[in-house]
């Protein structure tokens, strides 16, 4: 068994310092999968009998972690020798939290909540700058995917300055039903999109959550379908080739505007 350590800047709950931690070997990663401890993704080789690979399956799902099939290759270059058994996993950089921990913090604070979904970043520098601007602009919390985007890696919590570690982040399974779930508690859902009204022309207070989507291809439809209403950012370099905002530039903007909004007390 080979263990790793990544250091990270410390814990969404306590700001406390933490390591994230490569395991690799069987037994070791049983262990960590039975701990309890935030895990965010299990390696199996690809040529692992189907067995014994739904049995670490199983525990990834209960543990609430990604499971990825990949080559000996390269678990052989992640743990540095073949003494991986097939298998490796991460554990957590930050200690997860729940949607229903975020909308708590905000009703203890006693302020209607702020919260920023991440549909499907793929760039850790982006979800590192977005926490960053989320916690700076008064977010209570943050959401992200537990597929089809990156999780809080050693390289966000760098590029959020420190701010992954102090702003909340809930890892659900589901974008779509987290806006559900949001729009149940009276929690209005903006998505970001350049089909949309401007944001300073929209009233922005109140409980609010903005949805940014992935580089690509941005807020999935269904994501979009869900939402209750889309803010956009007006450009002038139309017809340039540069046609969109980089999505962690773009939320910096949105999210200031909306705290201005909510500490003037309505827009104009």
């Known amino acids: 068994m080979k263990q790793t350590e990544y250091s990270a800047h410390g814990s969404a709950h306590s700001g406390a310092p933490q390591q994230a931690s490569l395991v690799c070997g069987k037994n070791a990663v049983t262990e960590l999968l039975k701990s309890g401890a935030p895990v965010d993704t299990v390696f199996l080789q690809d040529t692992m009998n189907e067995a014994l690979a739904g049995y670490y399956t199983a525990l990834a799902r209960q543990a609430g972690a990604v499971v990825k099939r990949v080559r000996a290759a390269k678990l052989h270059g992640m743990c540095g020798a073949d003494s991986h058994q097939g298998v490796a996993a991460f554990g957590a950089c930050v200690a ?3 949607l229903e921990d975020i909308l708590a913090a905000a009703r203890a604070k006693d302020e209607p909540p702020f919260l920023v979904l991440a549909d499907g970043v793929e760039d850790p520098h982006n979800l ?4 960053r601007s989320a916690l700076l602009c008064g977010a209570h919390g943050a959401v992200i995917p537990r597929r089809g985007g990156v999780c809080v890696t050693a390289t966000v919590l760098k590029s959020s300055a420190g701010a992954a570690a102090r702003l909340p982040v809930a890892r659900v399974a589901n974008i779509g039903e987290a806006v559900r779930r949001l729009k149940s508690q009276n929690v209005f859902v903006y998505c970001a999109d350049m089909n949309g009204p401007a944001a300073f022309r929209q009233n922005l ?3 609010i959550a903005l949805v940014l989507g992935s580089e ?4 999935s439809p269904l994501v979009r379908s869900l939402c209750d209403g889309v803010v956009s950012l007006p450009m002038v370099g139309r017809g340039t080739g540069v046609d969109s905002f980089n999505v ?4 910096g903007i949105i999210l200031y505007e909306i705290m201005r909004q909510r500490t003037e007390g309505g827009f104009a």
């Not at 962690?248 to 939320?251: E, M, Q, T």
Request: aromatic content about 6%; proline content about 6%; cysteine-free.
């Open 96 to 98: 997860y939290v729940s």
């Open 248 to 251: 962690s530039v773009a939320a």
């Open 205 to 207: 207070t109140g409980p």
């Open 216 to 219: 690509g291809s941005g807020v």
């Open 128 to 131: 590192g700058a977005i926490l």
